[in-house]
């Protein structure tokens, strides 16, 4: 995302808007996006610098490590913030600041029930086998009992 430094009014500039995948080399690892990256920045010049500070948002597909289901997650950078000196008189490229601050929120070890509602069914899995067990358990148990009161009743 090239910012053009003359557009850049002396007291700033607001811009929103949506700019295509920055990571797209990142889909051999399973990080495919689900759609444009959606920005809101205030962009200044000041002193030889250029400042950016906002908010940027990448929904992206990835698949959890409990269930190994694919999902949507909003990679979100609340407070994303630039500082970077004037090297040329034309353009500054913002597009590698944001893609470093997208890579920094990216989740190592995504799981589908992490931020949602949504329940993982590894979880769902790992809670209810316990129970079943313990039913089972408990099944036997009184199949066990059973077959003891059989046997008394017999020995009488
Ligand atoms: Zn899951």
Known sequence: MKVHLKQI?????????????????????????AGPMQYQLD??????SLWANGSLQQPVELTCVACLEKFIHPIKVPSFAVHTELRGPETVDLSPFMREDILLNLPAHPRCDAESSRKCKAAIKQGETPREDRERRAAKREHDWGELNKLKLGKK
């Not at 929103?16 to 990080?31: A, M, R, Y």
């Open 9 to 33: 009014p002396p007291e700033g500039l607001h811009l929103e808007g949506e700019e295509d995948c920055l990571i797209p080399e990142l889909e051999s690892d399973g990080v495919r996006c």
């Open 43 to 48: 962009i200044g010049v000041a002193e030889g």
